[in-house]
């Protein structure tokens, strides 16, 4: 193998400190939007699931509602995933933001699905309730990573 070979590994916690003191305030500013986004694409998922239980519970009429506020959903997933390569958050958080939106498109196939193979379509509220725990996990990660980011500063302070 010749010498060019690319370090694949994760970086070392010096070498981390160092990349978040050098952030650029595009990248400072977009982190703080993907956290806000995040946090807005949960409210967006809570909104839908209270749409489906109008429709079902109180008047049918409300499946227009759920399924015109589905596009509002998709465009915040859309938005998760874009910001959280401008903001150059850790490539787990980043393939977290892709699989919520992988996650999305197989929730509307199962809304679409024919009624030959309907069962198949009871699989969209399964769906949405790991769509809803994935992205509270990314909130958490990503509080998780301001976590690290104060005990690095500490730790160079002190």
């Known amino acids: 193998m010749s010498n060019l070979s690319v370090n694949r590994s994760e970086p070392e916690v010096g070498d981390r400190a160092v990349e978040m003191t ?4 595009l990248v400072v500013r977009a982190r ?10 949960a409210l967006c998922i809570m909104i839908q699931v ?11 009429a409300q499946w227009a509602s759920h399924t015109g506020f589905a596009i509002a959903v998709i465009i915040v997933s859309i938005l998760v995933l874009v910001i959280s390569f401008i903001a150059r958050l850790p490539l787990s958080l980043r393939l977290r933001s892709a699989g919520l939106f992988g996650i999305i498109i197989l929730i509307a196939v199962s ?12 699989l969209h ?14 909130v958490r990660k990503t509080d998780d990573l301001k976590k690290e980011k104060k005990q690095e ?5 002190g």
Not at 125 to 138: E, H, I, K, Q, R
């Open 153 to 157: 500063s500490a730790e160079q302070s």
């Open 50 to 60: 209270f749409l489906a239980g109008l429709a079902l519970f109180w008047n049918s």
């Open 32 to 41: 703080l939007v993907f956290k806000a986004m995040v946090r807005i694409f």
């Open 125 to 138: 509220p399964v769906l949405a309730l790991m769509l809803f725990f994935g992205t509270v996990s990314l």
């Open 22 to 25: 050098n952030l650029s305030p």
């Open 111 to 122: 809304a679409k699905l024919p009624s030959g193979i309907g069962y198949l379509s009871a």
